[in-house]
């Protein structure tokens, strides 16, 4: 399946008027930095022409015969007149900008492994990762989806080029990688096709291996993380919520998912076409890493015919639950500290750990002794962890052969035309549920309305409520006031049930989305709910004046 990925041609972000195509690169081939590149629609350059009687910017209504001796205004003042006006014009266009989802991100179709390794964020500091992000001035809600095979970051965005700018300056922060290698290797996706494109990762269908299930899980743990955090606000909590469910739709009323592999099952399998035998038979397994991944690997191997393995792990709770699920398989756990130990003596290593620094490095392989030919001919490492648990400098040496997550290609190539046509059938399901998200985001527009009109009926019925109360003196009970009160918000209730009822949408309802909108700009106009400056300006200044703090 190609994934469709969007990339700014300089690294300040884009301009306003620049509108992204999707560039298709063809999973699961890695694209180099030339392949990946992005296509606009160049917005029209306009000169701006200084000399007397020509206008510096169509907006600012400068002509020569304003220029008269008459006036008495000298040309120089005008033109910083001018000038003046056309930086407020840029300021205009700037506030009454409109808030956007964007993702900016990494994957196995566009970035090789030692730089996802780098930008990869645990899933403890997301929560962290969140925080900063929303401090930043011109991003509003924030997510973050790290895996082995990505690492992507889903904003809320105040200013589109600008929140660019600043989350690819935070990436390039937090990881010590520069923005212009950034650049070459980054994705930019926006509003539908942001939107999309998460929905196509939680069914597997960008997954390297695709159809892969694990995705979906993720996609889950991002909305369980994100629960009580403030920037994992309505809007992103919303896509990934909608998310889950085209994820799940998709599993459900296709079968991509049937004889899919996952990114461990693939490992053993890349790990047996390397056997001269081709068999688990007569191999020693080492697995290191008891999680999600390594609880996988040990299901798989077992599949294959592997009957006996060591396990190393931190703790043997974990192996223990799997030797109850596997009881005809011998599997035998070793702590932590054992681990070079156990790697001396087996054919096969899959590592599959959380660990941010590597496990095995060149000082520790070259201690160790040679496999038999006969059944190996090279100790094997399978690396599928991300940051990588094997330096690249082990395949320096000649007794052993390094694969990591990109080595897996070789395996997923194989029944790509089958599922390729099974995600055809997906992409249907994926089109009706962003359909449904993009009608739910948008009806968020009315949400402001909605509360300056209650707020604007709150006020006139506690106003009158107050003059009523004052007519009465101190001659009213307890009780009566409570009637009158009870009354009043009776009376505004009522009133403005109609009104709430067209401005609320779900895009399961009759009326279109054009029609609830249509009904907002009419109450905004009618009851002058309108203020002196945009909520999106209002948004900016509060967030340059909490980071002056």
């Known amino acids: 399946m190609a994934a469709a990925v969007g990339f700014a041609p300089f690294c300040g972000g884009l301009s306003k008027e620049s509108v992204p195509l999707r560039c298709e ?8 930095p030339s392949q990946v590149r992005s296509f606009y629609r160049p917005s029209k350059i306009k000169s701006l022409v200084s000399r007397r009687g020509v206008s510096l910017n169509p907006r600012c ?79 509003e809600e924030a997510a973050i989806l790290s895996t082995c095979n990505r690492m992507e970051i889903y904003v809320v965005a105040l200013s589109q080029h600008r929140g660019v700018k600043e989350v690819t300056e935070w990436m390039s922060k937090t990881s010590g990688v520069s923005v212009s290698e950034l650049c070459q290797y980054r994705f930019l996706l926006y509003n539908k096709d942001a939107t999309q494109h998460l ?31 403030p920037g994992f606000g309505r809007k992103i909590s919303g896509l990934f919520k909608h998310a889950i469910t085209a994820g799940k739709r998709v599993r459900t009323e296709t079968n991509i998912a049937a004889g899919a592999v996952s990114v461990s099952s693939a490992a053993v399998e890349l790990a047996l076409m390397k056997l001269p035998g081709s068999s688990y038979a007569s191999v020693r397994v080492l697995v290191i890493g008891s999680g999600k991944m390594g609880r996988l690997v040990i299901k798989h191997l077992v599949a294959k015919g592997c009957s006996k393995m060591v396990v190393v792990n931190r703790t043997e709770e974990r192996v223990a639950a799997i030797r109850e699920e596997l009881k005809d398989v011998e599997i035998i756990y070793k702590p932590h500290a054992e681990m070079l130990a156990c790697a001396a003596e087996a054919d096969v290593v899959f590592t599959c750990t959380a660990s941010e620094t590597p496990l095995f490095l060149k000082e520790h392989v070259e201690t160790l002794p040679p496999v038999c030919p006969e059944v190996v001919g090279l100790r094997l490492f399978i690396d599928i962890s991300v940051p990588r648990n094997v330096g690249s400098c082990v395949s ?47 009806s968020l527009e009315t949400v402001p309305t909605i509360k300056k009109l209650r707020a604007y009926a709150e006020r006139i019925r506690a106003s009158e409520l107050d003059k009523c109360l004052a007519k009465f003196g101190d001659g ?74």
């Not at 700037?94 to 566009?110: A, P």
């Not at 196509?200 to 955090?229: F, P, T």
């Not at 055809?424 to 359909?435: C, G, H, N, R, V």
């Not at 002058?528 to 703090?549: F, Y």
């Open 396 to 442: 320096e040496f000649q007794t052993a052969r390094v694969f990591n997550v990109d080595d897996l290609k070789e395996v997923v190539a194989a029944n790509k035309d089958d599922r390729l046509r099974k995600a055809l059938e997906a992409q249907a399901i994926i089109t009706e549920e962003s359909k449904q998200f993009e009608a739910w985001k948008d």
């Open 25 to 32: 690169v063809s999973s699961p081939t890695l694209a180099s």
């Open 61 to 139: 209504k400068v002509f020569a015969d304003n220029l008269t001796r008459d006036d008495e205004i000298d040309s120089r003042a005008m033109s910083v007149s001018a000038i003046e006006q056309l930086k407020i014009s840029a300021a205009d266009r700037y506030t009454k900008e409109r808030s956007c989802i964007m993702v900016v991100g990494i994957s196995v179709h566009t970035a090789p492994v030692e730089l996802r390794e780098k930008l990869a964020i645990p899933e403890a500091q997301w929560p962290k990762a969140i925080n900063e992000l929303c401090t930043l001035n011109h991003i």
């Open 199 to 229: 929905f196509e990762v939680s069914a597997g269908l960008d997954s390297l291996v695709l159809g892969e299930g694990q995705i979906l899980a993720q996609v889950k743990q991002v909305v369980k993380s994100g629960q009580g955090v």
């Open 476 to 549: 009213i009970s307890k009780k009566q006031k409570g009637a009158l009160y009870d009354l009043s918000m009776g009376i505004i209730n009522k009133l403005l049930h109609g009104p709430m009822q067209h401005l609320r949408c779900d895009g399961n309802d009759s009326r279109s989305l054009s029609e609830i909108l249509e009904n907002m700009h009419a109450l905004n106009r009618i009851f002058g709910l309108e203020t002196d400056m945009s909520e999106l300006e209002q948004k900016i200044r509060a967030k340059v004046e909490n980071t002056k703090k």
